[in-house]
């Protein structure tokens, strides 16, 4: 009786553009987590002697084997979608620092953990305190004047830029009104929504606004019941609970001071509820 032969858990493949791909039979994973990523790492550490570049493949879904590949060095760069399933790519460069530098650690964990999207909105009034609002071209609802922050960005200057690029009108973003967060929803990730005040402005402002045509439908001036008639219901909330946190602190222009003292949580917002309308300084305005 012929014997099979026994694969070798960690195995290198050259790549048409001259990187190395680095696989590990299953079993591999199933085994001592220490051993399993030395053996990773020594197998990275030899492929990076000919190659430029080593990444790995592994199923979204094995979460075991994204902790080998990280651990032995690779950084993760992001999901590559097929219909065989979906893989996430991980790689180290040549000239990558190894983990025991400083450098390449912090690379290695900033590479995979958490990020949250934060979204940058700001509260303008008029006199009467009806609050600006703009009706988008990419959904039906309006929504407060604002957009994404881009990575390495201040959120308030953020809020600002948007409005000077989605309407024409140079406004500072001054104190922070509401941090609110948004949970999944129709195909976007969960959010960070910070609220700054943009103080009061003669509706005339309007006027003087250059929409973003690919944005930007129209914009006004609504009361709280009409923003609740033309705006998601979150949105709604999300408005109101930045209304009333401003009328309970007392501050009714943008004056650039400090926001609320850190730790202030709403009581509902915080644990599942809608958004407070208590003047607390955090909301969780998509949660029913």
């Given at each position: 009786?012929?014997?099979?032969?026994?694969?070798?858990?960690?195995?290198?493949?050259?790549?048409?553009?001259?990187?190395?791909?680095?696989?590990?039979?299953?079993?591999?994973?199933?085994?001592?987590l220490?051993?399993?990523?030395?053996?990773?790492?020594?197998?990275?550490?030899?492929?990076l002697?000919?190659h430029?570049?080593?990444?790995?493949?592994?199923?979204?879904?094995?979460?075991?084997?994204?902790?080998?590949?990280?651990?032995?060095?690779?950084?993760?760069?992001?999901v590559?979608?097929?219909?065989?399933g979906?893989?996430?790519?991980?790689?180290?460069?040549?000239?990558?620092?190894?983990?025991?530098?400083g450098?390449?650690?912090?690379?290695?964990?900033?590479?995979?953990?958490?990020?949250?999207?934060?979204?940058?909105?700001m509260?303008?009034?008029?006199?009467?305190?009806?609050?600006?609002?703009?009706?988008?071209?990419?959904?039906?609802?309006w929504?407060?004047?604002?957009?994404?922050v881009?990575?390495?960005?201040?959120?308030?200057?953020?809020?600002?830029?948007?409005?000077?690029?989605?309407?024409?009108?140079?406004?500072?973003?001054?104190?922070?009104?509401?941090t609110?967060?948004l949970?999944?929803?129709?195909?976007?990730?969960?959010?960070?929504?910070?609220?700054f005040?943009?103080?009061?402005?003669?509706?005339?402002?309007?006027?003087?606004?250059?929409?973003?045509?690919?944005?930007?439908?129209?914009?006004?001036?609504?009361?709280?019941?009409?923003?609740a008639?033309?705006?998601?219901?979150?949105t709604?909330?999300?408005?109101?609970a930045?209304?009333?946190?401003?009328?309970?602190?007392?501050?009714?222009?943008?004056?650039?001071s400090?926001?609320?003292?850190?730790?202030?949580?709403?009581?509902?917002?915080?644990?599942?509820?809608?958004?407070?309308?208590?003047?607390?300084?955090?909301?969780?305005?998509?949660?029913?």
């Amino acid at each position: 009786m012929t014997e099979q032969p026994v694969p070798e858990p960690v195995s290198i493949e050259a790549t048409a553009d001259g990187a190395a791909r680095i696989r590990w039979v299953d079993s591999l994973s199933e085994g001592s987590l220490r051993e399993a990523i030395g053996a990773v790492s020594a197998g990275v550490e030899t492929a990076l002697r000919e190659h430029h570049r080593v990444e790995a493949f592994v199923p979204v879904e094995d979460e075991t084997g994204q902790r080998i590949a990280t651990w032995a060095g690779l950084r993760r760069e992001g999901v590559r979608r097929d219909a065989g399933g979906d893989r996430v790519v991980l790689a180290r460069l040549r000239d990558d620092p190894p983990l025991s530098d400083g450098n390449g650690f912090r690379a290695m964990l900033n590479s995979f953990l958490p990020r949250k999207r934060a979204i940058g909105q700001m509260l303008v009034r008029d006199a009467d305190d009806r609050v600006l609002m703009c009706r988008l071209t990419y959904k039906k609802d309006w929504d407060l004047p604002g957009g994404v922050v881009e990575v390495g960005e201040s959120p308030r200057l953020a809020t600002s830029r948007e409005l000077a690029e989605e309407l024409g009108i140079d406004v500072t973003a001054g104190t922070l009104l509401l941090t609110d967060w948004l949970p999944s929803w129709s195909g976007w990730d969960d959010a960070i929504c910070l609220v700054f005040d943009g103080g009061q402005h003669d509706p005339s402002i309007v006027e003087s606004m250059v929409f973003e045509e690919r944005e930007i439908r129209d914009a006004a001036f609504l009361t709280l019941d009409e923003i609740a008639e033309r705006s998601a219901d979150f949105t709604h909330r999300r408005v109101a609970a930045t209304l009333a946190n401003l009328a309970g602190r007392g501050q009714l222009d943008a004056s650039g001071s400090d926001g609320p003292s850190p730790g202030t949580v709403g009581g509902r917002g915080s644990v599942g509820g809608g958004a407070d309308l208590d003047g607390s300084a955090y909301t969780e305005s998509g949660r029913p």
